[in-house]
């Protein structure tokens, strides 16, 4: 069975560009989140997403958005990129139910210059 | 708002040492609680998990961790440790709105 693929995994960007990220869950998994992991910290909850619906949102800016596909496959965007978004954005998906945790993407490593 | 703190930062043992980290929650519901760890250069990969029951949970690689509700603790162990437990560690709970939220992670770094 495939993890949860994330894509691409390296992205250069300059600023003020508007950047996609992509996420497939494992299959059968429902719930897709996104998290953001700047070097030194623990991950930060960016969204949650459940059945195509949004379920939660960090505390992040507007120029941050996601959405999930029927087939539960997600986009994290993010518009007029600046030098602190820089960081590894990860996805993880699970049934979407209470007694899982969630499973982990390698990450996407976005860099911006 | 709910957050998780993790006591150290970084800390270095030598082979065969036993590891205790220190994680405490703030939520005071019905917790869910994980333990994570990130190896040099790869993905998240859950370690243990508590839901509910027998708060002492058995996790891979010899990991255990006990929950302490009085104390809303959930510390990590192992008895004794490998190179290869080199790695950072995070904390994690899961909240009424089933979002995680992590610790700030522990380097973990041993000794040959």
């Known amino acids: 069975d495939a993890g949860v693929t994330q894509s691409p995994t390296h992205l250069i960007k300059t600023r003020g560009q508007h950047v996609t990220l992509r996420c497939s869950p494992i299959?059968?998994?429902?719930?897709v989140s996104w998290y953001q992991q700047v070097l030194g910290q623990g991950p930060q909850f960016i969204f949650q997403?459940?059945?195509?619906?949004?379920?939660g949102r960090g505390n992040f800016p507007d120029r941050f958005s996601a959405r999930q596909f029927p087939n539960y496959s997600s986009e994290l965007n993010v518009n007029a990129l600046l030098l602190g978004d820089s960081a590894l954005y990860l996805c993880?998906?699970?049934?979407?139910?209470?007694?899982?945790?969630?499973?982990f993407g390698s990450g996407t490593r976005l860099t911006v210059v | 708002a709910q957050s998780v703190s993790q006591h150290n930062h970084h800390v270095i043992l030598s082979e065969a040492a036993s590891l205790e980290l220190g994680c405490n929650y703030s939520?005071?519901?019905?917790?869910?609680l994980f333990w994570y760890v990130q190896y040099p250069g790869q993905h998240l990969q859950l370690l243990l998990k508590?839901?509910?029951?027998?708060?002492l949970v058995k996790g891979i690689k010899g990991f255990e961790a006990e929950f302490i509700k009085s104390k809303f603790s959930f510390n990590l162990r192992k008895p004794s440790v490998q190179w290869s437990d080199t790695a950072e560690y995070f904390c994690?709970?899961?909240?009424?709105?089933?979002?995680?939220?992590f610790g700030k992670g522990t380097r973990l770094h041993i000794l040959p």
């Open positions: 939520y005071g519901g019905t917790v869910n």
């Open positions: 993880a998906s699970s049934l979407g139910d209470r007694v899982n945790g969630y499973t």
């Open positions: 508590y839901f509910s029951g027998d708060p």
């Open positions: 299959s059968g998994h429902k719930s």
């Open positions: 994690a709970v899961k909240d009424r709105d089933d979002k995680i939220i």
């Open positions: 997403y459940y059945e195509k619906e949004e379920r």
